[in-house]
């Protein structure tokens, strides 16, 4: 936990999950995967992230939430850059009234363009760039048992358009603007 994500948990290791979970990520890795990325965005020559850095399986519990940031840019170990996330919901039966949904905002900050409910075996994909914000701000309203759930896969490139291109850096966290 810290000020800007509380009650998240991941695991980033496979070493450390069930065998049909493992087979479900390096399937999300695999080329059939990569190429229906690259086509549906236009992203050429993605590559995936074995290690799983930041990603894996997310779980955040009740109350717990992730204020609004763009990603990290730059893989240290990989030296690629980032430029997919997927994210493939695990929650079966949410409500509503959980909340827990993904926002979407404006580059300029200035307003959320979608929110995406995390119901299960919904994908998400959405590109990263330093004005890519995103998250789950307002706390989770589940009840104790129930948590929010999703494989978290990101995809990399060795080169991007030259004006997207910023030093590497990790998650920059911003402030929501009051309504």
Known sequence: DHQAQRRK???????LMPEPLRSILRAFNDGPMLRFLEQMTGIK???????????????VSSGGRLEIHADFNWHPELKLHRRLNALLYLNEGWQESWGGELELWAPDMSHCVKRIAPVFNRLVVFT????????HPEPLRTPPDVDRLAFALYYYTKERPAAE??????ATWQTRPTV
């Open 9 to 15: 948990r991941w695991i980033e290791s496979p070493a």
């Open 128 to 135: 990263i760039t330093d004005r890519a914000f995103h998250g």
């Open 45 to 59: 020559n993605l590559l995936p992230d074995n290690s799983y850095l930041g990603g894996g399986i997310h779980r």
């Open 165 to 170: 291109i910023s030093a590497p850096h990790w």
